[in-house]
């Protein structure tokens, strides 16, 4: 008898299992070692990761952790699982026979635990959500792999939908622009997650998406040119990123008369590490210390109900 259960896969990056440096060195060298994220030569990059980076990396990412670390976990799953749980409870108020699950590409829950967790239960298909509104090789299609991996191991694979991207979708556009209301004289800095300039040019379409993303928002709220920009944080190692960087434009923004400044993160469905630490105290002092006389940071959508809802319709759109 066939089931008309659909599920939904909810997929975020992931998360230490705890604010320890052996947890984080764990975490990290699962998520370094994805070719999506770093595509060095292998036996290269692994002595280099083994050798260098994580015996040196995890114990102070460790005590950033420890920083921000709840009851709940760390911020970024704690805020997963209030986002899992809001969708259940709005679909189970729809009489929708919708299960829910929630699945990281690295740490846990797995996507791959998510997944056979789905397929146990029965549903006659899967809804796959990554919850990365823009798309990039190194998030995105990281999700995708993992979702396979998942499927290999099953004898039953049912029908599935992969949402690739919402970028431009017009609820997540709105919910991002009810969160913004700027001060006079004050500054709209757009922060996306850098990656590779390589990876733009052999093809990856983020930085576009990132760029639709930020004028979609600042033209809801009417913003002229003169009043929003998009950096990229984040980067790692000697190659080039996207550009221009949001630690140097945070220097060197006072300098150039923008003493206020409010950032928003609009491709993070979450808040976690990179936005409570990087860029809500580490860049704060930065543009501070530069001479600018007031930062704020704008909080992901998280939980919110306008989130929620915009979540919501693009699985129902799916159904």
């Not at 789905?118 to 919850?131: D, Q």
């Not at 709105?174 to 093809?203: C, M, V, W």
């Not at 979450?270 to 530069?290: G, P, Q, R, S, V």
């Amino acid at each position: 008898m066939t089931s008309n259960k659909i599920g939904v896969l909810l997929a975020n990056l992931g998360t230490p299992d705890e604010p320890t440096a052996p947890a984080v060195k764990r975490y990290l060298k699962q998520f370094l070692s994805d070719p999506r994220v770093i595509d060095l030569p292998k036996f290269k990059w692994q002595l280099i990761l083994n050798g260098i980076i994580l015996p040196k990396r995890s114990p102070k990412v460790a005590k950033l952790y420890r920083e921000i670390w709840t009851e709940q976990g760390s911020p970024l799953l704690a805020i997963s699982r209030q986002q899992q749980q809001a969708l259940q409870d709005y679909f189970n108020q729809q009489n929708q026979n919708v299960l829910m699950e929630l699945g990281m590409s690295y740490g846990n829950p797995s996507i791959e635990s998510a997944t056979d967790r789905l397929i146990k239960a029965g549903v006659s298909k899967i809804i796959v959500l990554p919850l990365y509104p823009q798309y990039s090789s190194t998030t995105t299609a990281s999700v995708l792999d993992a979702f396979t991996r998942g499927l290999t191991q099953q004898r039953k694979i049912v029908p599935f939908e992969f949402i690739h991207s919402y970028h431009n979708d017009p609820l997540y556009i709105q919910a991002l622009a009810n969160t913004i209301q700027l001060a006079e004289d004050e500054k709209l800095l757009f922060s996306f997650h850098g990656i590779p300039k390589r990876y733009q040019t052999e093809g990856d379409f983020y930085p576009e998406h990132c760029q639709q993303t930020a004028q979609l928002v600042a033209n809801k709220l009417s913003l002229s040119d003169e009043q929003w920009l998009v950096t990229y944080q984040s980067r790692f190692g000697d190659e080039e990123w996207l550009q221009p960087y949001t630690d140097e434009t945070l220097e060197k923004l006072p300098s150039q008369g923008v003493k206020k400044i409010a950032v928003i993160c609009a491709g993070f469905s979450a808040d976690c590490l990179e936005t409570l630490e990087e860029i809500a105290e580490e860049n704060k002092e930065n543009f501070l210390n530069a001479g600018g006389q007031s930062y704020r940071y704008i909080p992901a959508l998280n939980a919110n109900a306008d989130h929620i809802t915009a979540l919501a319709k693009l699985i129902e759109a799916k159904l």
